[in-house]
């Protein structure tokens, strides 16, 4: 399949697109009122003239052609591809890498935001939770629930009955 392209020409440069769309082998169709379908390739190959201000796939078309017709100054100049020396942290030149096995750089505190909180502020807190917080529902079923069928341990009966009707359903 083809990548088709729908442009909507202005209504003065119409005609003018037009004529250049019968021109094309094969002949370029129209799929609305007002609207053609250009190949790609075929697109790429059109003059600018007849394609300034028109609609291609619902965009307005500029080109640096009109650009300098109205005065308008070109885009940015670009600066090229990023570097390691462009990514690295503010007011440091060295690029911090993780390395395996390696443990990370400490990140100094003025690298966080003014409402985060340090992990160790939380103590035992973040560490892990008691059974009394869990519902009564889940703090019953806390034992280990192993299928008499294989070596795999489940910590709900849900979970090992669900496991042997998947895993050793000739049983």
Known sequence: M???IHIQPTPAQRRAFAQWAVAQ??????VGPNVFAVPAEVFTQAPEE?????????????SPQEDA????AAPGELLGVATPEGLAEPGTQELRVAVPGEPL?????????????????LGDEAEG???SDQPAELAEDTGSFPCDLCEREY???RGRDS???QKHPEA
């Open 2 to 4: 083809t990548d088709l």
């Open 25 to 30: 082998t094969p002949k370029l169709r129209t």
């Open 50 to 62: 007849i394609l300034i201000g028109s609609l291609v796939d619902g965009h307005r078309y500029v």
């Open 69 to 72: 017709q109205e005065g308008r």
């Open 105 to 121: 750089p400490e990140v100094p505190a003025s690298a966080y935001g003014p409402d985060s909180v340090p992990l160790d502020v």
């Open 129 to 131: 939770s008691d059974s």
């Open 155 to 157: 910590a709900t009966e």
């Open 163 to 165: 496991h042997r009707r």
